[in-house]
C-alpha cells in the first residue's frame, strides 16, 4: 500500500483529499504541526507528498527543499497560486507535478497514479531516512542533520547509527556491530569498534547530539 503525507493547511480540503485517497486504497496522513514537518515526514516515510506553497511558518518551496535533501521521493504541488513563476519554481526546487486549486479529486487521483508509476514501477525503492528525536540520518547519502546543521559519516559509522536507531530502547551488543561492521569479526581488533564509536560520538557533539550514543558496560551500547 503506497503512504500518501498531505501538506495542506486547509483542514476542510486536507480532509476531502486524505477520505478520497483512501477510497481508493492510499494510506495516509495529514500534517498537524507545520512548524516541524520533517517529523511527520521521517516517522511516517510516505511514497509521495502533497505539498501546499502558502503555508504557516515557512512555504512549501522550504519544505520541498528540506526534503530533497533528504530523498528523492516525489512531492507534488497543490496550490492556489496560478502564475507560471510560482509554476517553474516549484518543479525547479525539486516538485515532480503542480495542480492549480481548485482541482478536481479526478484530476488529484490520475496525477497522483501517474506520479507513482513513474516512480515505483520500475524499481525497488524504499526510503532511506530514519530519524532518533533530533537526529536524522539519510542513509544513502551518509549524512546525518540535526537542526540546520549536517555531518557526513563514513560508511561503518552510518550503519552504527542505523543499528542503534533501528533498535532504539534496547541494547546493540558489539559483537552485533562488529559483525555489521566486518564480515568476520574474529580478525578484527576489538579495539577498532571502540575507535569508531569515539569518532561517531564526536561527530555527533559538532552538531549537537551529545550523549546521544551511550556505553553499557560489558555489554554494547544504545541511544539515550
Known sequence: ????????????????????????????IKVLDFSNILANYTSFEPHLVLMDINLPYYDGFYWCAKIRELSNIPIVFISSRDTDGDKIRAIAQGGDDYIEKPFSMDLLIA?????????????????????????????????????????????????????????????????RLMKALWDDESFVDDNTLTVNINRLRRKLEEIGLEGYVKTIKGEGYRLI
Open 111 to 175: 496525477k497522483i497514479q501517474a506520479t507513482l508509476r513513474r516512480s515505483y514501477s520500475y524499481s525497488d525503492q524504499t526510503l532511506n531516512v530514519l530519524q532518533y528525536r533530533d537526529l536524522i540520518l539519510n542513509v544513502e547519502r551518509l549524512e546525518v542533520f540535526c537542526g540546520k546543521r549536517e555531518i557526513e559519516l563514513t560508511p561503518n559509522e552510518c550503519k552504527i547509527v542505523t543499528l542503534l536507531i533501528r533498535n532504539h530502547g534496547n541494547i546493540v551488543t558489539r559483537t
Open 1 to 28: 500500500m503506497y503512504k500518501i503525507l498531505i501538506i495542506e493547511d486547509d483542514d476542510t480540503i486536507s480532509s476531502i483529499i486524505k477520505d478520497n485517497l483512501e477510497k481508493w486504497g492510499y494510506q495516509t
